[in-house]
């Protein structure tokens, strides 16, 4: 027989309580005509597609939606393997891929001034389409995104993907009067910011009870999941991981990523100083920093390269061809990962 004492602090226990980013319920996998994965090529993305075959979710029902971040003119910040890794990732699975871009990429818009955003090219199963660009303000940037959670100023998250990815639904009448699924691979472990999001939720491009019928919904299936959840997923398909991870990041951000920690700096310095110098070149220019008080050789000098960031893995993550295998024949844990995860929050 429980005591008042225990009574009382059974009374109060919020273990069983439902979980209120969670009001939404869960997704009805079978209900939707498309499921769409938003896939950066990192392994919250991947653990999001295996885990929807897992699921049963039907190969020929899932689209992979990447979003080029320096688009097609451009190579500043992003892995240049990463577009060739992702297309044969999608050949190794047998499953749909999609490009799209800012045009002129994340550079172009960081050059802005008094002008409007560029637009968006979208692919299509029809080809490649135009979306924006021809409203708005004239505005000026003129510096790199501020390194911060909030979206309005570390506008290379909410330019680069999040509003392209709402322009990939919106753009295209075969997402309308149909029941669509999109999927993104945040983790609540990843940061306090985004432990608060919902796992399921309507997506904001959903207008469902619209005249146009779009039935769009957002699920975050790894959101609860750790990173040793993440390797396992892997592990049980043995997918290779993007070569970033094999040079010892422990997360597939840009290779120039603003959050990137003074160790991550120095990798990249190592490895692509070409490229490294036109980061500091920009600094110079901008009389901005991207980190305040300090500029990249500086932070770059507080770091240690990895030992994994050999000559020859460097070669494969700064190639725009990638050849190896997707599927291992023995699966090997990269020695990016449990490593450092700096990256967007």
């Known amino acids: 027989m429980q005591t008042l004492q225990e009574n009382q602090i059974n009374l109060f226990n919020l273990d069983d309580a439902p979980d209120p980013r969670d009001r939404y319920g869960s997704p009805d996998l079978a209900s939707y005509g498309t499921v769409i994965v938003f896939f950066s090529a990192g392994k919250d993305s991947i653990a999001c597609v295996l885990h929807l075959l897992e699921m049963g979710v039907p190969a020929s029902k899932i689209e992979l939606h990447h979003h080029e971040v320096d688009g097609r003119t451009s190579d500043l910040f992003d892995w240049p393997v990463t577009s060739a890794y992702t297309r044969a990732f999608a050949k190794a699975l047998g499953l749909k891929l999609f490009f799209s871009f800012k045009e002129g990429g994340l550079e172009g818009e960081m050059l802005r001034e008094n002008a409007l955003t560029k637009p968006a090219w979208i692919e299509t199963p029809d080809g490649l389409i135009k979306s924006g660009g021809t409203t708005g303000k004239l505005s000026t940037r003129r510096k790199f995104p501020a390194v911060t959670a909030a979206l309005g100023s570390r506008w290379c998250s909410s330019y680069g993907k999040i509003d392209i990815g709402c322009k990939v639904i919106t753009s295209q009448t075969r997402f309308c009067n149909s029941r669509t699924l999109v999927l993104t691979g945040e983790r609540a472990q990843e940061s306090k910011n985004r432990a608060k999001y919902l796992s399921f939720e309507p997506h904001r491009t959903d207008r469902r009870a ?45 290779q120039f990523c603003i959050f990137g920690s003074a160790s991550q700096w120095a990798t990249v310095r190592q490895i692509d100083p070409v ?63 449990f490593g450092e995860s700096d990256g967007p929050t």
């Open 210 to 254: 619209g005249r146009l019928g779009r039935h769009v919904d957002h699920w975050r299936p790894v959101h609860a999941w750790d990173e040793k959840q993440v390797w396992e997923i892997m592990e049980r398909h043995s997918v290779r991981a993007h070569p970033a991870y094999e040079l010892g990041f422990g997360r597939c951000s840009c």
């Open 275 to 337: 490229r490294f110098q036109r980061i500091a070149d920009y600094e110079t220019e901008f009389a901005y920093t991207i980190r305040n008080g300090i500029n990249v050789n500086e932070l770059a000098d507080k770091g240690t390269p990895y030992p994994a960031a050999t000559p020859e893995r460097a070669a494969v993550a700064l190639s725009r061809e990638y050849n190896l295998p997707i599927i291992m024949d023995t699966w090997e844990m990269p020695a990016g990962a």
